[in-house]
């Protein structure tokens, strides 16, 4: 093992010693990095395949991943952070689904944005106020929530445990919390709605025609959905080279579990079936008038995810939608772009309070979420972290995440002096820069 993980270490920690700040800023994301602690699993394939140039080639790429401390842990009670979670779905994940669930766009740089412009962000803590009592909840779109965090619509998730989406379902039910079902989702909106004991939001993705995409926000609709969630950042395929990587690592024939497109997506039974080209065209032809039409059909209140600047902020006003989720789809749409806590207080100087904002991507602690609501976030979204309790544990590892983040919230709230959602403004953080 020690030859195969000499393959990781030897040609990269010599390029990071160069690298000065580079290498810092890389070395800070790493230590929390989802992407590349990759554990025995990759050691193993390294070792069977060192004699290979080629595979040499790919091992290469890959970092040998920081120690960790302790063994991993067995039941959710044991966890310390949202972390712990990640390292237990990485343990027991394939690696086709494990890659998928970690992976960013080309190099990532998106995705590591996405956590370290958590880092330029100081909280400026007061002291010698009584917090004996902290209110989380926050009221959004006629909704009460016991917290400002909601679950971000992941697809596929039966790809990380048995139970998907409703196991989900049922930890947003018992903590109080809104969960964002998405389009691709392996389990129906009516099923996900009965588990909820209550109205889900709904997430969009534009289909290949009109007529299409009008059914599944008609669908929504009548199964009581509030919200609809248009996500407008993918306008055309990704290059996931994190994903491309770990399924070369997988030993199983994926066509065995996943045919075509609408293979274990409920949303789409009775639907006429197309191909990948006439929807990519669909798609990169989209205006605008799209938003304007999906609020023409629907009574669910119409947000537009995957806002990242000042100019589509006003061009979500000017279309007359209802609220914005400032997005980056957790740093895999566009290679190369800002950080949605970046990207945040754009968009919330543009809107100026005539729209609910919600941010997601890279909130990882209760401190994140602290600091997307000084810069101007009504409410925030977690992706990643769910999934990784939902892989490890199921139900009870879903509703562990989220009274872990609640509890840091509840704490970073008291540290900072605080005792609602209301008090927490742009004066409570520091802003810096590297």
Same mark, same amino acid.
């Given at each position: &093992?020690?030859?195969?993980?000499?393959?990781? +270490?030897?040609?990269?920690?010599?390029?990071?010693?160069?690298?000065?700040?580079?290498?810092?800023?890389?070395?800070?994301?790493?230590?929390?990095?989802?992407?590349?602690?990759?554990?025995?699993?990759?050691?193993?394939?390294?070792?069977?395949?060192?004699?290979?140039?080629?595979? +040499?080639?790919?091992?290469?790429?890959?970092? %040998?991943?920081?120690? %960790?401390?302790?063994?991993?842990?067995?039941?959710?009670?044991?966890?310390?952070?949202?972390?712990?979670?990640?390292?237990?779905?990485?343990?027991?994940?394939?690696?086709?689904?494990?890659?998928?669930?970690?992976?960013?766009?080309?190099?990532?740089?998106?995705?590591?944005?996405?956590?370290?412009?958590?880092?330029?962000?100081?909280?400026?803590?007061?002291?010698?106020?009584?917090?004996?009592?902290?209110?989380?909840?926050?009221?959004?779109?006629?909704?009460?929530?016991?917290?400002?965090?909601?679950?971000?619509?992941?697809?596929?998730? *039966?790809?990380?445990?048995?139970?998907?989406?409703?196991?989900?379902?049922?930890?947003?039910? /018992?903590?109080?919390?809104? &969960?964002?079902?998405? /389009?691709?989702?392996?389990?129906?909106?009516?099923?996900?709605?009965?588990?909820?004991?209550?109205? =889900?939001?709904?997430?969009?993705?534009?289909?290949?025609?009109?007529?299409?995409?009008?059914?599944?926000?008609?669908?929504?609709?009548?199964?009581?959905?509030?919200?609809?969630?248009?996500?407008?950042?993918?306008?055309?395929?990704?290059?996931?080279?994190?994903?491309?990587?770990?399924? *070369?690592?997988?030993?199983?024939?994926?066509?065995?579990?996943?045919?075509?497109?609408?293979?274990?997506?409920?949303?789409?039974?009775?639907?006429?079936?197309?191909?990948?080209?006439?929807?990519?065209?669909?798609?990169?032809?989209?205006?605008?008038?799209?938003?304007?039409?999906?609020?023409?059909?629907?009574?669910?209140?119409?947000?537009?995810?995957?806002?990242? /600047? @000042?100019?589509?902020?006003?061009?979500?006003?000017?279309?007359?939608?209802? @609220? =914005?989720?400032?997005?980056?789809?957790?740093?895999?749409?566009?290679?190369?772009?800002?950080?949605?806590? %970046?990207?945040?207080?754009?968009?919330?100087? /543009?809107?100026?309070?005539? &729209?609910?904002?919600?941010?997601?991507?890279?909130?990882?602690?209760?401190?994140?979420?602290?600091?997307?609501?000084?810069? @101007?976030?009504?409410?925030?979204? =977690?992706?990643?972290?769910?999934?990784?309790?939902?892989?490890?544990?199921?139900?009870?590892?879903?509703?562990?995440?989220?009274? &872990?983040?609640?509890?840091?919230?509840?704490?970073?709230?008291?540290?900072?002096?605080?005792?609602?959602?209301?008090?927490?403004?742009?004066?409570?953080?520091?802003?810096?820069?590297?």
């Amino acid at each position: &093992m020690e030859g195969a993980a000499s393959l990781f +270490r030897e040609p990269i920690v010599d390029t990071l010693r160069s690298c000065g700040t580079t290498r810092r800023r890389f070395l800070k994301y790493l230590a929390a990095s989802p992407l590349l602690a990759l554990g025995d699993r990759i050691a193993r394939a390294a070792e069977s395949w060192d004699t290979d140039p080629a595979n +040499r080639g790919l091992i290469e790429q890959w970092i %040998e991943p920081v120690p %960790e401390t302790g063994a991993l842990i067995g039941s959710p009670a044991e966890a310390i952070s949202v972390f712990d979670f990640e390292r237990v779905a990485r343990h027991v994940l394939p690696p086709a689904h494990y890659g998928y669930l970690a992976s960013g766009v080309e190099d990532n740089s998106t995705l590591i944005a996405n956590r370290t412009g958590f880092d330029r962000i100081q909280l400026r803590p007061r002291v010698l106020v009584d917090v004996r009592q902290a209110d989380t909840s926050v009221a959004l779109f006629g909704e009460t929530w016991k917290t400002p965090i909601s679950l971000a619509p992941i697809g596929q998730l *039966r790809a990380f445990h048995d139970d998907g989406e409703i196991a989900v379902a049922n930890a947003a039910r /018992t903590t109080g919390h809104q &969960m964002i079902l998405s /389009t691709v989702a392996t389990a129906s909106v009516e099923e996900v709605t009965a588990a909820k004991g209550g109205p =889900i939001w709904f997430q969009l993705y534009p289909m290949w025609n009109w007529d299409v995409t009008q059914r599944l926000v008609g669908r929504a609709d009548a199964a009581g959905c509030r919200v609809c969630a248009i996500t407008v950042d993918m306008p055309t395929g990704r290059k996931s080279e994190t994903f491309e990587r770990f399924r *070369r690592l997988d030993d199983r024939t994926c066509s065995d579990c996943h045919n075509d497109f609408f293979d274990r997506k409920p949303m789409f039974f009775g639907l006429p079936r197309v191909s990948g080209e006439a929807h990519d065209e669909f798609r990169q032809a989209l205006t605008w008038d799209f938003a304007r039409r999906v609020k023409g059909v629907t009574r669910m209140k119409v947000l537009v995810k995957g806002v990242l /600047t @000042g100019e589509d902020a006003q061009r979500c006003i000017d279309a007359g939608v209802d @609220g =914005i989720v400032v997005s980056n789809h957790g740093g895999r749409a566009a290679a190369s772009a800002p950080g949605t806590i %970046e990207a945040l207080p754009e968009v919330v100087a /543009t809107v100026n309070g005539r &729209m609910p904002i919600i941010v997601d991507g890279g909130i990882r602690r209760g401190t994140d979420i602290f600091k997307a609501l000084a810069l @101007g976030a009504d409410a925030i979204s =977690i992706g990643r972290p769910y999934v990784w309790g939902l892989a490890a544990f199921g139900e009870a590892g879903v509703e562990a995440v989220l009274r &872990m983040l609640t509890e840091e919230l509840v704490r970073a709230m008291k540290m900072d002096g605080v005792t609602s959602l209301a008090e927490i403004d742009r004066s409570r953080v520091t802003v810096g820069k590297e």
